[in-house]
């Protein structure tokens, strides 16, 4: 449990020398307690109180790293059931569920699929994570088979799918050079699923089985923190949990008592991330995809899929990439005058604000319009167009600063410039605060812009 | 050690909103919708109740839109050209409230002005046509809106319709006329606490019962800002679970309008190869962006393509239908 920032005092040298950062040793106490700094910041610890104190001091989700060829995936070590609260840190590991056996070739050409799938989103690259190989031949050869097809495909990460552990030795003998996460130990194999898993130095999932319709949330969370206490007095530390509940209300109140168990009372038994398989709670593969984003915006580590198109995975990696976005940071680009297609001096002049996405949704639909312009990003501190005109940061005040200041007018021959149409209103005010300058209104959503420009 | 389920304990709970009126409460409607009531935050039942569930609003419009995707043309086929076979269309696919449109001159590509007479005219018609709650929302300019609304609103008197959009710089007008007339207003802001507050504040201030007043904290859709609304909606609901009074309306957002409106969902052609399907993309954007906001609070998802009704009427079933396992 968590201790009290008295409780942590009582164990601290009490010498108050500061060394910490901190006036007192009560003031670092209290610091700890909220887990706002480390305890290695004390550099005067004893090692008795160290070990007391190491429980207080450690993650209340614990971080699972995944890795493989110079790719890595770190999930876990979050500190918010809200978002708005702070941020959430470490984006869930999208998979995608290939089962061996399916022919060689099938895998492979899944996995290429998988592999080769990235999609631009304001600037960034976004991929699903890796594969995640599952043990249906019954076969261990033939799971290893399945593995190395996949490892010859990519370098991305794995998950092996298996309960029995000669194939995930199989697999892991396939993966050499790989650290994948193995799938999983239950009540009745664990130990020697976790010996393999303590063996390769891999994290495990720890799974408790949804067969008996009877269970109550704490029987099954009882069960799974009883079968994770075990496997961690074993050795194997780095571990995930599958509740084995699938459903789309079950899911996300057992993942909830999770996150809020690890977080609010500092639950260590129930502190790792949680894998899900929203296709086994699924009645489509459209059924799948939305409770996959449940499950991204619902506390999930790992998501593991059973379909692949272009279309969900683009859906997905946005919705990841959404929640994941730091409330504190809204994502922004630098206020200025862009050019877009080598415009000249006639070129027009279209004003925007510094909200990456609203930025980059016009600079795209001018850039894709062929037609040359520039581009003035106004400084509304990051909001989107209307966001920002309500809040009072993007009023004919700013805008014809940012005409003014920016420099545009010596790039351009006339003294013309395109209003955004959600901010119409502001034409009569920018007339006045731009004298002999023409405003124009353009279209209210950036993607009828080339039409627009074409007129 | 035993685990026991946290719960959080609460001191407010969201009110409740009925919309439409049937024949015995001085309206013509065959059902009608209450929204609201919670006393926990969304789904979990362990910890308070969710009497009603979120529902569902379709949108149709008095005429084909311009600027809507064509995709919406090919799902809804000719029903799109006449409002009362729009409307039945929308019945028919699993709406639980509709909300009709009135197109301004943009939307309606000829440059024509709706005028109070037309609105008039297919409010009545829409209203005969379907026995659902009604929800008009004007063309969104706010002389134009003011002069439609206020001639629905007294056409429709006592129906108990929602009137849109309120918004701080256009309310008393159509607030006035919901009071007037025995409607209920949708009260909109951009994706802000405060300002989400305020404008209720402003509405009740006027005289409209609270009960007769709808949130709608507008949403970014995914891609376009979806974090924002997101985490506004799920604090304004926190907020009102925690006994804020001035938060503790039912929230309407409206993902079908915002992300229909995106490139992702109005454009086949010219795109990325990694977009995908074009009708996958689209559709899957509204699903993705409403299932992720039932997930902060919304009480009404308005949507516009039949696809999304199905599958986002199923996973509401799902969410508020607990089985006693894990297999859906
Ligand atoms: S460094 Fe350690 S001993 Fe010194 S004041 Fe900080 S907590 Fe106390």
């Known amino acids: 449990m968590a201790l009290s920032g008295l409780e942590i005092y009582k164990l601290l040298p009490k010498t108050n020398c500061k060394d910490c950062g901190f006036p007192t040793c009560l003031a670092f106490a209290m610091k700890l307690a909220q887990k706002q700094v480390e305890l290695a910041a004390c550099p005067h610890v004893s090692e008795a109180a160290q070990a007391a104190l190491s429980d207080a001091a450690a993650p209340p989700i614990r971080l699972i790293t995944l890795s493989s060829n110079g790719n890595k995936l770190e999930v876990g070590n979050e500190t918010v059931l809200y978002r708005h609260e702070k941020t959430f840190f470490h984006q869930p590991g999208i998979f995608v569920r290939v089962s061996d056996d399916l022919p060689l070739d099938e895998i492979k050409a899944r996995t290429a699929e998988v592999d080769g799938y990235v999609v631009d989103y304001v600037g960034m690259p976004l991929s699903y994570d890796g594969l995640a190989i599952a043990y249906a031949s019954g076969n261990p050869e033939q799971f290893g088979d399945a593995v190395k097809a996949v490892c010859d495909t990519t370098h991305k990460l794995l998950i092996l799918i298996a309960d029995d552990p000669a194939a995930l030795k199989a697999g892991l003998a396939a993966a050499d050079g790989r650290t994948p996460l193995l799938c999983a130990a239950n009540a009745e194999n664990w130990r020697r699923v976790a010996l393999a898993a303590k063996n390769a130095k891999a994290p495990l999932v720890v799974r408790v089985d949804d067969s008996d319709p009877s269970t109550s949330s704490e029987q099954r969370l009882d069960g799974l923190a009883k079968l994770t206490e075990d496997i961690a007095k074993f050795g194997v530390d780095d571990l995930v949990l599958d509740p084995g509940v699938r459903g789309f209300n079950e899911s996300l109140a057992t993942i909830t008592h999770i996150r809020r168990l690890a977080l609010k009372e500092n639950f260590r038994a129930l502190g790792y991330p949680v894998i899900t398989f929203p296709g086994e709670g699924a009645t489509s593969q459209l059924d799948e995809v939305t409770l996959a984003g449940q499950q991204i915006a619902k506390y999930a580590g790992f998501v593991v899929l059973d379909h692949f198109t272009e279309a969900s995975a683009y859906a997905l990696l946005v919705l990841r990439a959404n929640i994941y976005t730091d409330p504190q940071k809204p994502i922004q680009v630098e206020p200025g005058v862009y050019p877009i297609n080598n415009p000249g001096p006639d070129s027009p002049l279209m004003v925007t604000t510094n909200f990456s996405i609203t930025y980059f949704s016009v600079a795209n639909e001018v850039e894709s319009s062929g037609l040359p312009g520039w581009l003035l990003v106004a400084d509304a501190e990051g909001m989107s167009v209307l966001t920002a005109w309500a809040a009072g940061k993007f009023d004919a005040e700013r805008i014809a600063k940012a005409v003014k200041e920016s420099g545009a007018s010596g790039k351009i021959s006339h003294k013309q410039v395109i209003l955004p149409g959600h901010v119409a209103v502001l034409m009569g005010e920018l007339e006045e605060e731009l004298p002999g300058w023409e405003i124009k209104v353009g279209p209210r959503e950036a993607v009828d812009l080339p039409a627009f420009l074409k007129m | ?328």
């Open chain 2, 1 to 328: 050690m035993p685990v026991t389920i946290p719960k959080n304990k609460y001191s407010g709970a969201v009110r409740e909103v009925t919309i439409g009126a049937t024949k015995a409460e001085g309206g013509t409607r065959t059902t009608t919708v209450t929204v609201g009531g919670e006393s926990t935050l969304p789904f979990l039942f362990h910890e308070g109740a969710m009497p009603h569930p979120p529902r569902i609003a379709v949108e149709i419009a008095d005429r084909w839109p311009a600027d809507w995707s064509p995709l919406l043309r090919e799902a809804w086929g000719d029903a799109v050209d006449d409002p009362v076979a729009w409307a039945k269309a929308a019945e028919a696919s699993g709406a639980d409230l509709i909300l009709l449109r009135l197109t301004g001159p943009v939307q309606r590509g000829d440059g024509s002005k709706p005028t109070a007479a037309e609105a008039r005219k297919v409010v009545r018609a829409v209203l005969g046509a379907t026995g659902l709650p009604l929800m008009v929302f004007g063309p969104g300019i706010a002389d134009l809106d003011n002069e439609l609304l206020v001639a629905v609103a007294e056409e429709a008197a006592g129906e108990r319709l929602v009137l849109g959009v309120c918004e701080d710089k256009n309310y008393r007008t159509i607030v006035a006329a919901a009071m007037a007339h025995g409607h209920l207003v949708d009260s909109r802001t951009p994706m802000d606490v405060n300002l989400a507050k305020q404008l209720i504040i402003l509405t009740r201030d006027v005289g409209l019962p609270m009960d007769r007043i709808l949130m709608d904290p507008s949403t970014g859709a995914l891609g376009y800002g979806i974090e924002y609304g997101y985490s506004v909606m799920e604090r304004l609901r926190l907020a009102a679970l925690n006994g804020d009074s001035m938060t503790q309306q039912p929230m309407l957002v409206t993902p079908g309008e915002e992300g229909w409106k995106l490139k992702e969902s109005k454009v086949g052609e010219g795109v990325p190869a990694s977009w995908g399907n074009w009708n996958e993309r689209a559709v899957t954007w509204e699903v993705l962006t409403s299932s992720t906001l039932l997930q902060s609070g919304a009480d009404i998802v308005v949507l516009r393509h039949p696809d999304s009704i199905t599958e986002i009427k199923s996973v509401i079933q799902r969410l508020m239908a607990p089985a006693h396992n894990g297999h859906s």
